[in-house]
């Protein structure tokens, strides 16, 4: 792996947790809400921004799909995960965990290179 490929996980990490949030928080909410008062004008733009969210992710994790090439069935839990309400929380342990690694195999290629 190398530097673009950290890059490409952190962008994931960076959409994750307010992916994951926009279900519970801002669907759940509207709903909750046009259903105790008059307040349905509320929904429609929840559900777009949710939407954004989810689209963005599902680009993002494509690109790191890209140039990771991992196996499909990681790139399926972290589809699966952004399905889940809360979801996306796990996954961003997760990718901090594959983002360091990425970090670290691309500095231990540069030491070896200087020292070659």
Do not use: C
């Not at 992916?19 to 777009?48: K, N, Q, T, V, Y």
């Not at 929380?89 to 990425?102: I, N, V």
């Amino acid at each position: 792996m190398d530097i673009k490929t950290a890059t490409a996980i952190h962008r994931l990490r960076l959409i994750s947790v307010p992916e994951a949030l926009s279900f519970p928080a801002l669907l759940i909410f509207g709903s909750l809400l046009s259903r105790i008062s008059d307040i349905d004008f509320l929904m429609m733009p929840l559900g777009i921004l949710h939407g954004v969210l989810f689209v963005i992710y599902a680009v993002l994790l494509l690109d790191v799909w890209a140039k990771t090439k991992w196996p499909l069935g990681r790139v399926g839990l972290f589809f699966l995960l952004a399905l889940l309400p809360f979801g996306g929380l796990y996954g961003d342990k997760l990718l901090k965990r594959y983002e360091q690694d990425a970090v670290i195999a691309t500095r231990a290629r540069r030491e070896t290179k200087v020292d070659a």
